[in-house]
């Protein structure tokens, strides 16, 4: 069965919509305060804040806004059954859902589920690393807002991307501005006190997407930027050729 004819509403038939606890390599930060509160209020300040004072802000208001125009040149170039990863508070999961497009969004943050199924939009509490609805059969899958950066390890993660879009899919991923390609341990902190427990991160700038895309068996197709931010589309690199004496 084809991935469009597998998912209703955007959501395999055996997996329902609802909140469930986070699994393997679920940060608690995520799933706790100062993030919940941030996300039941819609605004900040929030942060990302590693050890040696290196800060993030996180921009809150607009994740819990509508999408806007650099996030509608993201949505426009989706096809098939789409799975958002990291959809935090779901305004690219209820666009889509809007437009009556297969969608589904995964966090591992109970308040950012709640706050998109509230919205309208269908969605998972789960890690991308535990077993996903339709793996191997989504035509798109986004790490938009830094998720390129889940897990802190971005070859891991593109790895188990690839496994979980069908052959064909393509993978739409926002970098940084700047040409970067960071590991750290950050906390969620609002600056006022509230601080999360401390869990790995990545960020990366184009160069270096390009550069770990390629070692995970990506090729990138298109990369454009609006409103200052910067997006890349990946597809599966296709198999080289056969040297003599492989079968």
Known sequence: MSAAGSIRNGVAPD???RERPGGRGTPSSWRADPYTRALRAGRGPLFLRGADGWTLPLEVERW?????????????????????IGCGPGRLVVALAVLGRPILGIDVSHAAVARTVGAGG???????FEPLPGEGRWGTALLIDGNIGI??????????????????????????PEDIDVRVRVRVDDGRGGVGTDFPWARL???????????????????????????????????????????
Do not use: K, N
């Open 15 to 17: 997996a329902p919509v």
């Open 64 to 84: 819990c806004a509508d999408a806007d125009a650099a996030d509608r040149t993201v949505l426009t170039r989706c096809h098939g059954p789409v799975l958002d």
């Open 122 to 128: 269908p969605a998972l509490c789960r890690s991308v």
């Open 151 to 176: 897990g802190g390890d971005p070859r891991t993660l593109l790895t188990r991307v690839g496994r979980v879009l069908a052959p064909d899919g393509l993978l739409l991923v926002e970098v940084a």
């Open 205 to 247: 700038g184009a160069p270096a997407l390009l550069r770990h895309a390629r070692a995970a068996g990506w090729t990138a197709v298109e990369s454009w930027s609006a409103l200052d931010r910067a997006f890349m589309a990946l597809r599966r690199s296709p198999p080289g050729p056969r040297t003599a004496g492989e079968r």
